[in-house]
C-alpha cells in the first residue's frame, strides 16, 4: 500500500520556524516530482511548493516565495519544507503529494498520491 505521511507541524509564533516532512512508503518515486500544498478553513486547497525527481528544478506560490525551501533526499524517499518567517495567514493543513506530471503536479489536478495531511497553525 502506497503511503505519503507528513509530519512536523505544529504551533508556532508569527516569526517562527517549522520543517515539515513527507516520509514516502510502498513505492518508489523514481521519476515522481513531489510537492506541498495546503487549505486553510474555508479556501480550497492551494500550491505551495513543488520539487521534480532530480530536484533540479523548484517552484514556489509568490507569497512563500525567500521564506519557504522545498527539498528531497531521494534514497529515504523523504520530501521537506523548511518554514521560515512563518505569518498566521500561513495557517493550513499542509498535504505531501507526488506525480509523475510536473506541470501537473504545479496544477494540483488528479495528482497519483495525496498524503493526510498535518495542521499549521501561527499564532499573530
Known amino acids: 500500500q502506497v503511503q505519503l505521511v507528513e509530519s512536523g507541524g505544529g504551533l508556532v509564533q508569527a516569526g517562527g520556524s517549522l520543517s515539515l516532512s513527507c516520509a514516502a512508503s510502498g513505492r518508489t518515486f523514481n521519476g515522481y516530482a513531489m510537492g506541498w500544498f495546503r487549505q486553510a478553513p474555508g479556501k480550497e486547497r492551494e500550491f505551495v511548493a513543488g520539487?521534480?525527481?532530480?530536484?533540479?528544478?523548484?517552484d514556489y506560490r509568490n507569497s512563500v516565495k525567500g521564506r519557504f525551501t522545498i527539498s528531497r533526499d531521494n534514497a529515504k524517499n523523504t520530501v521537506y519544507l523548511q518554514m521560515n518567517s512563518l505569518k498566521p495567514e500561513d495557517t493550513a493543513v499542509y498535504y505531501c503529494?507526488?506525480?509523475?506530471?510536473?506541470?501537473?503536479?504545479?496544477?494540483?489536478?488528479?495528482?497519483?498520491?495525496w498524503g493526510q495531511g498535518t495542521q499549521v497553525t501561527v499564532s499573530a
Open positions: 520539487i521534480t525527481w532530480s530536484g533540479g528544478n523548484t
Open positions: 503529494a507526488a506525480d509523475r506530471g510536473w506541470a501537473q503536479l504545479v496544477a494540483g489536478r488528479a495528482l497519483d498520491y
